[in-house]
């Protein structure tokens, strides 16, 4: 694995920046079985250059805002995507995936989710409401699988022997219902770490969540 960096835009990320991000997050009082997998993965992770993160911070990344940095996307902008998200979504109902097996790839590790068609659908709907929303495109990348980050690389390191361990957990995968979509304001921030590299660390501001179908 080799250090990873935030890009945005679709350039790398400048620390300190902020974007928003439409993530789907978990529940540790409802999703026990994903808590117990991640948590099997953060103890099989020790030891390894990755920045774990908490499980606050446990997302799967719908879409992020590439517009403009959320500092540049004024109140009456972000009223108008909320609006936009909640009525497309309106007629989108929850939905359940499972996530794992866990993967140890070039940037840290991560759980993949399935099935696709649940996902793809949802993040359509979200693309859609950001286009409606902007005058100028709003979409940064080509659209990709659905996936929750566990934690970030900010070393090189052989990701051999980390999968050999991932790939015993068990169980896995763990499920998990989604009813809900959150507009966060994301901020990553670089920290210095002893070899005279960097380790990226994000935060978040919670600003709306966006429910999935009819009440």
Known sequence: MNPFVPVSQP?????GARALHLNILADPGV???LFALVAACHTAMQGYPIWCLPD?????????DAWATSDHIGVAQRADLVAALTTRLSDFDPFSL???SPVANRAGTLLDTYPDHFFTALQNLVRAALWEVHD???IAHNSGRGQAFLGYAYE?????????VLRRITPSPAPRTVSRLHL???EWTAHPVPDGGVRWEMTWEPLAAIPLGKP
């Open 11 to 15: 350039r790398e990320w400048v620390s």
């Open 31 to 33: 999703d026990t079985e």
């Open 56 to 64: 606050d911070l446990l997302h799967i990344t719908v879409e992020m």
């Open 98 to 100: 499972l996530c794992g």
């Open 136 to 138: 100028s495109p709003a």
């Open 156 to 164: 090189d390191a052989d990701s051999d022997p980390l999968q050999s």
């Open 184 to 186: 966060l304001d994301v």
